[in-house]
């Protein structure tokens, strides 16, 4: 059974950080790449960020390039999302997910998603 688990999500005032993990089980964690992605209220899922198996070579989008780090420790099993300098405009689900293809940013490179967290910037 894939399971991929979210935590580190809450309410966080602009300008301020949140790290978020992604613990993952029932696949080879280091046979897949890594991305996280984020859903606001009425709007589509977005690609916000990407690891490779290795960790050797990540991707942002640009509304959070410079803000957000993400990073694997593959001994854990874990995947994260640093986020610094919060804006508003970053509230929404966050959603791990894990994908055997590297170098396509969509959600339909990745096979396995988890459930999702809430990330809520107040102004």
């Known amino acids: 059974q894939v399971q991929l688990v979210e935590s580190g999500g809450g309410l966080v005032q602009a300008g301020g950080s949140l790290r978020l993990s992604c613990a993952v089980s029932?696949?080879?964690?280091?046979?897949?790449?890594m991305g996280w992605f984020r859903q606001a209220p009425g709007q589509e899922r977005e690609f916000v960020a990407a690891?490779?198996?290795?960790?050797?070579?990540?991707h942002y989008a640009d509304s959070v390039e410079g803000r957000f780090t993400i990073s694997r420790t593959n001994a854990k099993n874990t995947v994260y999302l640093q986020m610094n300098s919060l804006k508003p405009e970053d509230t929404a689900v966050y959603y791990c997910?894990?994908?055997?293809?590297?170098?396509?940013?969509?959600?339909?490179?990745?096979?396995?998603w988890g459930q999702g967290t809430q990330v809520t910037v107040s102004s």
């Open positions: 029932g696949i080879s964690f280091s046979g897949h790449a």
């Open positions: 997910a894990a994908g055997e293809i590297w170098g396509r940013w969509s959600s339909s490179a990745y096979k396995y």
């Open positions: 690891i490779n198996w290795s960790g050797s070579s990540t």
